[in-house]
């Protein structure tokens, strides 16, 4: 006598499982691809950072070609030795032996 096959009618449950595990999925993902770090707004903050950090190169650069300027007047090929020894006395409030000092009243006294 043959085995009557018998037939289950799925539950509700059971036929929304894999649509809702896809539709999980994708709005994972979908989150993600916006919300990322390299998704659409992610992208956005990368190109603003990438604008400010070129900005700062900019300026560095600029600044490095000031004190590569300002180097280059230190050189000896283009530096007069006496100048040199002149403005280091000025600033450092230094004087050589044989140097002669003339003592100058200042405005404030009367």
């Not at 770090?37 to 560095?60: F, K």
């Amino acid at each position: 006598m043959p085995v009557p096959t018998r037939h289950r009618k799925q539950s509700v449950l059971r036929r929304l499982v894999i649509p809702a595990a896809a539709l999980s999925a994708l709005a994972y993902f979908g989150f993600h691809a916006l919300n990322g770090e390299l998704g659409l707004v992610g992208r956005a903050r990368i190109e603003h950072q990438v604008r400010d950090l070129e900005a700062q190169l900019g300026n560095l650069i600029a600044e490095r070609q000031h004190l590569h300027a300002r180097v280059s007047l230190l050189r000896s090929e283009s530096l007069n030795p006496d100048m040199v020894d002149e403005r280091a006395r000025l600033n450092l409030n230094l004087a050589h032996v044989n140097d002669l000092t003339i003592m100058r009243p200042s405005a404030s006294r009367n």
